[in-house]
């Protein structure tokens, strides 16, 4: 290592002439003089940074363990994100390339101080890098495999694609999937609409849900703001997109496309009405308020469906006549509804006792459904 470079012998694999690709092999010490950890978290305008989840501190120590032992085997590489200063030079002499690989020296150059950013970044095995960077076997060969990207887009789908064998949190691949435009596998594909709509209902200044959503990148000053789970408004709006959901009529099938911005539109109007008929409810820890829980939001997402589609009938969603109609819709329900003390008529459940679980979605969806639907026949 002089003048700030790292150099090493590599391979430059012929996969993407848009994207190199190297491998080639670094000191366990130097892994931490070459790469960082992109976490993920938010500025202050809510624009989403980094991909990486937090440490976990058992495995890390687990790896470190090993690594400290006396008879080492560590084939697990790491994948980088290179910056595009890096300088590939193939090797003179007859037979450099096979067709596939050419062999040469890879330079990656050094932040000038320790308080300059790492060149690389790391898109999978921040763990074992962690690990790593702690053993006091610091000598030993790691494997690498580096592409140059600097394009966070590309990094994030690189991360999201290798992490499938030991899956990464929900949330966090919920928060990441709206940032990825490349073409995504069909499973990922399906879950990114309802990401989309669930991170502009968190951002967005009009939304009632601004703030109040815990996502990946929560950091731990705001969590106790953020009361409502992720995961439990994705399952909802992925209700409401499918088949027999109000939701649905706003995807073009047939030409791939949807109007994402309606969508939106009818969520905040319908759960602005919803933080409005339920104002004492709002905005408190689910051990406090079951609308803020799992089962409030999910069974309150399948009511929307009722509600909105009769809205929807002669309201444009973009006219203030279509909040005040949700508004006078959920004032049949508001005198049978027990979010915060109280037992719930019928079902006969203590406000506190109904859990975010199939069977108690289920039997709470169908009592709101139904007190909604005696009410509107007993108001005509």
Known sequence: ?????????????????????????????????????????????????????????????????????????????????????????????????????????????????????????????????????????????????????????????????????????????????????????????????????????????????????????TTASKKSEAVVKDNSLLQAITESLSGSGVLFPYKNLSSGTTDTATIRNILVVYWTAVKDTFPEAWGLAPTQSRLMHGIGIRSMGRLMDRVMERVLFSADINSDDAYSRVMAELSLIKPHCHWTEGRWPEINYSWNELENVGRHINILSNYLIRVYRESRMSAS
């Open 1 to 217: 290592m002089t003048e700030n470079v790292i150099r090493r012998r590599a391979l430059r694999i012929e996969q993407n002439p848009k994207i190199p690709l190297y491998l080639f092999a670094l000191e366990a010490g130097e892994v931490d003089l070459v790469a960082d950890v992109a976490r993920i978290s938010r500025d202050e305008a809510g624009k989403l940074l980094g991909y990486q989840r937090p440490e976990k501190r058992q495995h890390v120590k687990q790896i470190l363990e090993y690594l400290d032992g006396d008879d080492v085997l560590f084939p697990n590489g790491l994948i980088l994100a290179l910056p595009a200063a890096v300088r590939f030079k193939g090797s003179r002499g007859p037979n450099p390339s096979d067709g596939l690989a050419t062999i040469g020296t890879l330079e990656i150059p050094l932040p000038a101080s320790p308080e300059d950013p790492r060149p690389a970044l790391i898109v999978d095995g921040q763990q074992r890098s962690l690990a790593l960077a702690r053993t006091r076997n610091s000598k030993l060969p790691i494997t690498v495999a580096g592409f140059v990207a600097e394009d966070l887009d590309i990094q994030r789908d690189q991360f999201l694609r290798v992490n499938t064998v030991s899956p990464l949190p929900g949330n966090l691949v919920s928060e990441l999937l709206p940032e990825v435009n490349a073409q995504l596998p069909t499973k990922l594909s399906a879950r990114k609409l309802p990401a989309i709509l669930v991170n502009a209902l968190n951002q967005d200044s009009d939304s009632p849900f601004k703030g109040l959503i815990k996502q990946a990148s």
